[in-house]
Structures are given as C-alpha cells and as structure tokens.
C-alpha cells in the first residue's frame, strides 16, 4: 500500500491507539494535516504550542496513556521546549512531532528553520529526526514504547516537510521493537529485597517515603498493601499525592520545603526511609547534609541514575515500583510470619506532631463577612463542594501549595501539577487535558494571577471545543511567592512583584473567551458562587477571588536551611522556629 510519509504518520498514531492530540498547523508540518481530516483521531486546536504540550502532559496525568503534541517547525518547536522539559523532570509520558525544513534545506537557515533536535535532545528521553518516509512507522512505534517503559517520559520526532510528502510502502505495521541497549530493568534484585525485608523487620521508626514513581508504576494498591501490612505511616510527595489515600490513618501527607510539621519531622527523626519512586529532590530534603541523619535508605527506583545520586542507599534496588513492593510485600511476610517490631512509641509520638502542630491559618467567623478572604479558606470551600475522585490541576507558586495542604487526594491520579520544573501557567491547559483524558470526571484547576496571565489564552481552545473546565484565580495582585520571599529574606524589598488587583479585568477576559465568570472579595460569597460554578456543565467557567495578598504559605524550610529548622508559622515581629 503506497501512502504518503504523512499518511504513514497519521495512520502510525492511529495504530499506537492514539484517540487524540493537541497542535497548531504551520508550514512545514502541514503536509501532516491533510491526511488527519480522513482520520478518527481528534485534533484540538490550541492557541498556543506550549498549550498543545502542557494539554498533552495534563491527557498523561489523568489517563497514564501517552499525551501526543503535533506543532510546526522553528518557533512552535521552541515553544513546546518548556512542556517538554516539564515532562522531562516529572516523568510523563508524550510523544512531540514536530515540522522541519525540508531536508535539502536543512542547515542553511531556513525559513522557520531550527535544530529542533538539538535543542531538545537534553529535554527529552529520545528525540530523532526523520530523513526517510519508510523509517516513519517503526520510529513512531519506537517512539511510544521509549515514551512509556521504564521512567516515562518525553520523546521527539521531527519530520521535515519533504519527508512527509514522500511516498513509502507500509507493508505492515512493526511487529516488534529492537533497540539494542535499551532494556529496562523492571525486576527488583530478589536479594536486595531481602535485605530491605530485613531493614523494615528491625526498624523501630520507619517511614515509607512515597515519591511519583508510585502513580508512573500503577503501584497504589501495592503501596497501601505494604503500608497496612507493616503498619508504616507514608509521606506522599508533591507529585505522589493522591498515591496513599489522605484519609487513611497512616497518611501523614506532604513533606518538604512547604511540607506539614509531622510529615516534615517524621523523616527526620526516622531510623529507615523506604523510598519508592522517590528522587531525594532538594525540595524535600533541605539541606542533604542535615536530610534524616539517623536513618537507613532503602531506594526502589526504575531508573538506576537515581541511586544514590543524591543521598547513598543501605539497600538500592533498581526495578518497576509496583513489581518491587508486591516482591517485597512477600519478603516481609516470609519473616517470622509478617511480625513486626512493637513500634506504638513511634505512632505515639507522631499523632502528639499531628496534634500540636496542624496546617493552620486565621478562619473567617461569621461576623467577618467583609474581612480578607483567605486562600486556604477557598480551597476548603472547593474541597468540600466537589466529589472525591474530582481531579485538581494547579500552577506554580502558593497556591500549589495551599492546594496540596488543604485539599484532601483520596484517589489516585487526581492532582496534576508541575514539580519539577516548577512551570508558571501549566494549570488551564494541563487541565484541559485532563478533562478531554476524563470527560466523566469534574476537573478544576487552580491558578493565581500570575499563571493565569500566561496560558489563560487556552480558555478559548477550551470554549472552541467545549471542554467545560473550572478555574478558580487565587488574585492577591502578586507574584505571590516571590513576595513572600521578598518579605522574609529581603528585607520587605518588593522589586517587580506587584501584579494589580484591576488589571486585566479577569471576569471581562475570561467572558470574552466564552467563559462563565464570577467575582468573589468577601468570604461570605464564597460558597454560593462555587455552588453556581459547579451547575455549569457546558462551557468553562472561572472564578477570579480575590485574596489576601499578605498571606504566607506556612509551614516553609527557607533555603539552604536543614528540615529542622521548619518554619511552622509567624508571629507578630518575627518568625518562630522550632
């Protein structure tokens, strides 16, 4: 059968599976575009290309299935480097193609010409750049098996222009995949498992240190099997939130640099971490000299480059998660039947943290109808007004924080956020991703000021296609991290943190992009406008409420300080350190 290299293309994507994408035509992948108005495929046309990127990551999160991205060459290539990188440090599965030159131009400064592949090649697991029509369906077979095995992550194929209008013969779609060099080690070393066994069977006080490995692996259930078994309380991090469900008693939630007091000193004073699917990431840590002194390291990570990059492990096991915890889940019950030490002293003494030292904030009363509305007091209000499998996208700052403190993640795959990178304006698009991922499921996303007025252009790919995504704006007219650092290490130096309040008008903007809009300033407004947000079913809807710009995200471990000096709150004058 004779086809087109753009035809072989589209046709390749619809034998990985592929239900939809997310792209934005230009010249030189626009040979590509033909061939997808014959194809069941759906194409959501984003406005921006970064959106198509962050749209794809948002698709992964929710479904665990590759999210796919299709741009042009030059800048709609470099405007997808930010997602990518982005997929890159939080391990999400997705596949890029972008355009290219034609190849006979290739290096003579083409118009819209860029080394795609060279730009990329540190942001992406693999990246390659087609020269041959015939190579297309075993490059993008390659390309999904790379992107989903092992660590997961992001891989690349760029396809100049003449490449595509080529003509190749498809004889049959590749039957099996050869990448000598490439065989990921999913297996746990069943000695190492045994010794771990042998760490958690003398261990006094453990904690299990769950990282996003744990939703990459699919291992959720295998996780709370191991942590009921033993009866070891679970950290959850950043990107594992949702991986142990909150409301269980053995959750102590989020750690790290905005991490709950017990969670936070729970690993310190730890004599065994059990880190699966968890990189040390200094953002957890704090300073790495200071990082859980007396404790012993137990590291179970598919990728081997993680062992002891940071921190050295008693006990390294290189292998799938989920595959590992069963494994070990059988070593620890083989031991005298599954008994553990007497480790009541240690749950004794984590339920006196959880007690003295909650998430806190000053809660509005009944009377403070016109006071300052407080973020944390949202998203009590949106947790509680949306079901429990509700999925929550957030941007970058403090109210990704305040999102992941004060909302409660009983399910898996329910909090979709960018960690590693930390990318400003991921929300609106990664949440629309999810949502057309899971049109079942109720999505909001979470932004402030700041990342709304990166990516808020989406909201009309958003209207366009009728993906009825919710959006709630935590405005306090600032950059409100960077101020709160200002404020704390800088002397209360404001430089270029203030955003205005007024400017734009986010109800108008988000009206003129086919949005539903509301405006809350005063806490006594919260509730009902949530209620109205929530019986919109067919378009977005945003919220903008109007925050109090001098609130903190507490509790914090400034930078470069060790976890002990976690910060669990202000006082009037200075800062209290415990």
């Not at 065994?272 to 968890?278: E, Q, V, Y």
């Not at 004060?406 to 795959?413: M, S």
Request: net charge negative.
């Amino acid at each position: 059968m004779r086809l087109t290299g753009a035809q072989a293309l589209i046709k390749s994507l619809e034998m990985e599976g592929v239900e939809v994408m997310f792209g934005l035509p230009g010249g030189a992948i626009l040979p590509a575009y033909d061939p997808i108005i014959d194809s069941p495929i759906r194409h959501i046309l984003v406005r921006h290309e970064q959106g198509a990127g962050h749209m794809a990551e948002g698709y992964a999160h929710a479904t665990g299935r590759p999210g796919v991205a299709l741009v042009t060459s030059g800048p709609a290539a470099t405007n997808i480097v930010t997602p990518l990188c982005d997929a890159y440090m939080d391990s999400v599965p997705m596949v890029a193609i972008t355009g290219q030159v034609p190849s006979t131009a290739i290096g003579t400064d083409a118009f819209q010409e860029c080394d795609t592949v060279g730009i990329t090649r540190s942001v992406t697991k693999h990246n390659e750049l087609v020269m041959d029509a015939q190579d297309i369906p075993r490059i993008i077979r390659e390309a999904f098996h790379i992107a989903t095995t092992g660590r997961p992550g992001p891989v690349l194929v760029d396809l100049p222009k003449d490449v595509l209008q080529a003509t190749m013969e498809w004889h049959e779609w590749p039957p099996a995949i050869d990448l000598p060099g490439y065989k990921p080690n999913t297996k746990g070393h069943p000695r190492m498992i045994k010794e771990a066994a042998k760490l958690i069977a003398e261990s006094r006080r453990p904690v299990i240190y769950a990282g996003g490995g744990i939703l990459k692996a699919r291992a959720a259930e295998a996780l709370r099997q191991l942590a009921e078994m033993t009866g070891i309380p679970v950290v959850t991090t950043l990107m594992a939130r949702g991986a142990f469900p909150d409301r269980h008693e053995l959750c102590l939630g989020m750690p790290g640099m905005h991490g709950n007091y017990t969670a936070v000193t729970s690993m310190q004073k730890a004599d065994l971490l059990i880190a699966l699917g968890s990189r040390f990431d200094d953002r957890v840590t704090g300073k790495v000299g200071g990082f859980a002194p007396e404790a012993k390291i137990i590291h179970v990570d598919i990728d081997p480059a993680e062992l002891g990059k940071v921190r050295r492990p008693d006990v390294p096991i290189v292998g799938d998660c989920r595959q590992v915890i069963e494994e070990l889940v059988k070593a620890v019950a083989a031991l005298d039947e599954g008994a553990q030490p007497d480790r009541s002293a240690w749950m004794a003494q984590i339920r006196q943290w959880q007690k003295d030292f909650p998430l806190q904030y000053d809660r509005p009363s009944p009377d403070q109808a016109d006071g300052p509305l407080k973020p944390q007091y949202v998203l009590e209000c949106l947790r509680d007004s949306t079901p429990d499998d509700c999925i929550l996208a957030s941007g970058v700052g403090q109210h990704q924080m305040w999102a992941s403190q004060y909302w409660q993640f009983d399910h898996p795959y329910t909090w979709i956020n960018s960690g590693g990178l930390g990318t400003m304006g991921f929300s609106v698009p990664a949440a629309i991703g999810a949502k057309v991922g899971r049109p079942d499921r109720m999505v909001w996303a979470v932004d402030g000021d700041g990342c709304f007025q990166m990516t808020a252009q989406e909201l009309v790919t958003a209207s366009a296609e009728r993906i009825p995504i919710k959006v709630a704006i935590l405005n306090n007219a600032y950059l409100g991290m960077v101020r709160q650092w200002q404020e704390m290490f800088y002397d209360e130096r404001y430089s270029e943190v203030y955003l205005s309040p007024d400017l734009p008008d986010y109800v108008k903007w988000s009206e003129a992009m086919g949005c539903v809009a509301f405006r809350v300033e005063h806490p006594d407004e919260v509730q009902a406008t949530i209620d109205k947000a929530n019986e919109v079913d067919d378009r977005p809807v945003v919220i903008e409420f109007r925050t109090d710009s001098s609130e903190k995200v507490f509790p914090m471990v400034p930078a470069g300080l060790s976890n002990d000096d976690i910060v669990v709150g202000p006082t009037p004058g200075r800062e209290v350190r415990q």
